[in-house]
């Protein structure tokens, strides 16, 4: 072992402060001098950004520090406990010193949730024999489990892993033998941690003979031995093995555990559920969410009357569950059912026997009836009962039951129900009616909303008395939808009231009068739609204190005035759509400043003059495979616990966009996009050739001006285009020859000017229609009819410079479009944020606590922000791949 110099020094400085601080407190129990020191010298190799360790001075006792405790008698230290209790910010990092090992009489020692980078787990832990109680988990420690742990013969609680990023490496073991050695062992814990080296498992835990609670998430197992009919857990009474790749049907063993709890969440597990599940009475916890089972479920599932956890969602379920089914669950607390053809049928008068907390039935066939028996259910806290077939009107018990306290989360939407919710005060946290058939004027707003989508239905009447509505307390709603109603009027000044807003969205109404000055007052804001309105004026100046707008659409409106330079500021735009007003004046340069800038959509304004020549400093639409900050703008979480639900599938920002002529909305794959649309304006100069250095641009349209000169030689530069529309200008000369190199180009319209030649042959350009070309009456050549003379046919020389970067584009993008790019985030972004819910798993079983979402949300950060850095693909698909 190296021995550093600070092992050294350390000690002797210690005890000269220590020789003080014992002469000036004679009486108290002081804390043994040596241990003390080794306290010093462990910190000393700590990193602790926000000092909390602050405490750790040598002029203090050390049972009285911060996480430090001692044994009531002897004064020796028996318990380290260095959790982070918060943020990120408070992790501690560093290197874990072997100083440690002076605490004799340490039995308890918890580093859990801190940063350690990926270093390995220290091996001289497993000569720490007193411990009993050893947490390491989401500290970000990686590596080889050192197999010394096995050592610890009197340790009763380990808990290991979790917490990774694309940069530290897993933890893992070669084999589980030295866990059979921890003979002591109550409950383990392991997350994240590569098992698949290690299919002897099942052998190893089941050798421990105290074992109760045996928990392995995420740790790439693939077989759980489903032929064993026996295996010898003589103690073991939970069982959590959720997020392993078990690809069989449910194993007979587990019915002869003493088993509380039984958690296969996220597996692959096929076949039915066994009928003698009911062997299993005092089951608590039944979790087999996220598996392909099939088949209807067995009858004595609805005996096991302990039940207060059933979560069978996201299966394919069938078959139909009436009243009589729940007699016998009077305890059932949290019921999931989500995503199954399961059919929930009772009847309206229905009592149930149980008070439910939580209730995920989305994608669960539950209508056409509004399930009036939830006014039975008065502590329940999540309800979602989204896409469940309902057609019905809400009762009014409904919206005064639902306000009732603690409700968190309300979520009707996608069903057709109906009714008229003015006058209605909606008081949860989180709040979607979104595609339902709702009317009337807009409910109330209690200060605690914080989401509230209510987008696509028939709500009607002017927005401001919604928007002045006296709120009883500051407001904290940071996500209101309302676009595609029936309202009208203007948007008051009343937008002081709602500075919490980071999202705000009331596209597609009817909405009317001036964009007001006091939407300037949202500093918070980062995605505002006022799309497709008869909104008119100048766009207010004082939109530029939003300075975290990272979307603006406000396309589709009568707006006028000059596009403000000052736009240019806001620098953390990704998306700026103003098409279809009537704005006038020039593209203001200050528009290039905008170097995060990936959707800029103008056209079918009355814009003038001519293209800066500063669009290449659009350094995204410069570069391709770049991810940076578009997770947080475009993308987004707004409920962690759904996060947990659901394994963390995001909320997209979505834009109309008119790409190859048609007009769609894009969402999860907005942040792909790279588009410039000048068509249908009064521009005019030539098409500056510092746009040809965007090389990740997808879509350009400038057609429908008054361009004149050439086509940049250097085009072909611009490898990702995909359509290119220059068609009703003034352009002439040749189509370069670059322009063969535009090998994803599938959409191309240059009609309409004065080019002439002939179309470079051989390449994809003649794979176009002949009107992707029509009206230029000198241009010659396939696919046109018109023949190319013998002056035509002389063609410039290859302006193509061999030494282009043609390496600049990742190897992987080669050959795909933005189809494979859609399809590897579907599949990959699920896998990288499936994490989240192993973290949220861990929590789950501590029963949960509200830290826990900040911890989650945490987490999330951590690992956006690895993902900032690790910027490209690459890393990503390493990452994903593993
Ligand atoms: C303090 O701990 C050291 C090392 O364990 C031990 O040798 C010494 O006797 C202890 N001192 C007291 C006063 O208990
Ligand atoms: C010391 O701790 C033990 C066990 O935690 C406890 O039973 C005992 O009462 C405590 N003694 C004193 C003097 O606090
Ligand atoms: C955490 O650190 C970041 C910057 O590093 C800071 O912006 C943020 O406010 C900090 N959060 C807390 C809770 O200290
Ligand atoms: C501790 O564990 C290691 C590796 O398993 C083993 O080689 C060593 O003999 C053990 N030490 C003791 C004291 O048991
Ligand atoms: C299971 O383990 C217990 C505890 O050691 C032992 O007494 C028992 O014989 C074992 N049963 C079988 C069938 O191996
Ligand atoms: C379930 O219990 C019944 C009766 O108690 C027993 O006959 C049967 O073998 C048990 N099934 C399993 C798989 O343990
Ligand atoms: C259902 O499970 C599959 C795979 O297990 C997963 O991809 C999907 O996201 C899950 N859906 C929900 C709603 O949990
Ligand atoms: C369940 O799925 C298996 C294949 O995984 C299939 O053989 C079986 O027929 C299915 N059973 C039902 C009831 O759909
Ligand atoms: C709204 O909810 C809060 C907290 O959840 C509760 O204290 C309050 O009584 C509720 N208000 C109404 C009108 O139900
Ligand atoms: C163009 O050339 C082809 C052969 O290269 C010939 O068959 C065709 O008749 C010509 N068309 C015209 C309009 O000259």
């Not at 979520?411 to 949860?428: F, K, P, T």
């Amino acid at each position: 072992m190296a021995i550093s110099k600070a092992m050294i020094v350390f000690p002797l400085l210690c005890f000269l402060f220590l020789t003080i601080s014992t002469l000036s407190h004679p009486n108290t129990l002081v804390c043994n001098e040596t241990e003390k020191c080794a306290l010093l010298s462990f910190k000393h190799t700590l990193s602790d950004p926000t000092h909390r360790l602050s405490s750790w001075s040598a002029q203090e006792d050390c049972c009285g520090w911060n996480g430090v405790y001692c044994h009531n008698t002897t004064g020796r230290v028996i318990k380290l406990d260095l959790m982070n209790p918060g943020s990120y910010n408070f992790s501690l990092g560093g290197k874990v010193s072997p100083a440690l090992l002076q605490l004799e009489f340490l039995n308890y020692l918890d580093l859990s949730w801190n940063y350690f980078e990926g270093t390995p787990i220290p091996s001289f832990l497993g000569s720490m024999r007193s411990l009993t109680y050893l947490d390491l988990s989401y500290a970000s420690f990686g590596g080889l489990i050192p197999p010394q742990l096995g050592n610890l013969s009197n340790l009763q609680h380990l808990n290991l892993g979790g917490g990774y990023s694309s940069y530290e490496p897993q933890l893992y073991v070669e084999n589980l033998d030295w866990i059979s050695h921890l003979s002591s062992l109550e409950y383990l814990y392991m997350s994240e941690v590569d098992l698949q080296r290690e299919v002897h498992w099942l052998e190893s835990t089941s050798m421990l003979y105290s074992l109760s609670e045996l928990h392995l998430v995420a740790c790439e197992l693939d077989n759980m031995s489903p032929s064993l009919g026996y295996v010898n857990f003589t103690s073991l009474t939970t069982l959590g093995l959720p997020q392993n790749h078990f690809h069989h049907e449910i194993p007979n063993w587990l019915f002869n555990l003493p088993l509380n709890s039984l958690v296969l969440s996220y597996n692959h597990l096929i076949g039915q559920i066994p009928e003698c599940l009911g062997n299993l009475s005092s089951l608590t916890i039944l979790a087999l969410n996220g598996n392909r089972l099939n088949g209807t479920l067995p009858s004595r599932l609805w005996f096991l009357s302990n039940l207060e956890h059933l979560f069978i969602g996201n299966n394919s379920l069938e078959g139909t569950i009436s009243e009589v089914h729940f007699n016998k669950l009077s305890k059932l607390k949290y019921l999931d059912m989500s995503s199954t053809s399961l059919i929930f049928k009772v009847k309206p008068n229905w009592v149930p026997p149980f008070q439910l907390k939580e209730m995920w039935m989305s994608s669960c066939q539950m209508g056409p009836n509004f399930p009036t028996w939830l006014e039975t259910q008065i502590s329940l806290r999540y309800l979602d009962i989204s896409k469940s077939g309902i057609v019905d009107i809400a009762p009014k018990w409904f919206w005064k039951w639902a306000s009732h306290i603690d409700r968190q989360l309300i979520d009707l939407s996608e069903n057709q129900i109906s009714g008229n919710l003015s006058g209605v005060l909606l008081n949860n946290t989180y709040i979607d009616l979104s595609s339902n058939c709702f009317m009337g004027e807009l409910p109330r707003l209690s200060p605690q909303v914080s989401r509230l989508n209510m987008a696509n239905n028939s709500f009607s009447g002017p927005i401001s008395p919604f928007l002045c509505q006296k709120l009883n307390g500051k407001s904290n709603l940071e996500i209101l939808d309302m676009s595609t109603n029936n309202l009208s009027g203007e948007l008051s000044h009343c937008w002081t009231y709602w500075q919490s807003l980071t999202r705000l969205n009331l596209g597609n109404n009817n909405l009317s009068g001036k964009i007001p000055d006091s939407m300037g007052s949202l500093f918070e804001l980062e995605a505002l739609h006022l799309h497709n309105n008869r909104l008119s004026g100048d766009i207010p100046p004082s939109l530029r204190n939003c300075k975290s707008l990272g979307l603006l659409d406000l396309g589709g409106n009568k707006l006028t005035g000059n596009l403000p330079s000052w736009v240019g500021e806001r620098t953390t735009l990704m998306a700026l759509s103003l098409r279809s007003n009537k704005l006038i004046g020039n593209i203001p340069p200050q528009i290039c400043w905008l170097s995060s800038l990936i959707i800029l959509d103008v056209a079918n304004n009355s814009l003038s003059g001519t293209i800066p020549k500063c669009f290449n400093n659009f350094s995204l639409m410069a570069t391709i495979g770049t991810e940076d900050d578009a997770f947080s703008v475009l993308e987004y979480y707004y409920d962690y616990y759904y996060y947990y639900r659901y394994g963390g599938a995001p909320n997209y920002e979505n834009l109309m966009l008119v790409i190859k002529g048609k007009e769609s909305e894009y969402k999860s794959i907005l942040k792909f996009v790279r588009s410039i649309d000048l068509s249908s304006n009064d521009l005019w100069g030539s098409i500056p050739t510092e746009i040809s250095s965007l090389s990740g641009l997808e879509f350009l349209n400038l057609s429908c001006n008054n361009l004149m000169g050439t086509i940049p030689e250097k085009m072909g530069r611009m490898k990702a285009l995909e359509s290119l529309d220059l068609s009703r200008n003034h352009l002439s000369g040749e189509i370069p020859q670059s322009m063969k190199n535009l090998s994803f180009l599938s959409h191309l319209n240059i009609s309409y000017n004065n080019f002439s030649g002939r179309i470079p042959s051989g390449t994809q350009l003649q794979s176009f229609d002949a009107i992707s070309y029509i009206g230029n009456a000198e241009l010659c050549g396939a696919p046109l009819t018109k023949n190319c003379t013998e002056d035509e046919d002389f063609q410039g020389v290859d302006v193509i410079d061999e030494n282009e970067e043609v390496s600049e584009i990742p190897w992987f993008y080669i050959g795909m479009g933005l189809g494979f790019i859609v399809g590897f985030w579907g599949v990959c972004g699920a896998l990288l944020f499936k994490k989240a819910w192993r973290h949220a798993y861990f929590q789950f079983l501590y029963r949960v606590k509200d830290w826990v979402y900040v911890a989650i949300a945490i987490r999330l950060n951590r690992l956006q922000n690895n993902l900032r850095v690790s910027e490209t693909h690459h890393h990503l698909i390493n990452f994903c791949f593993k």
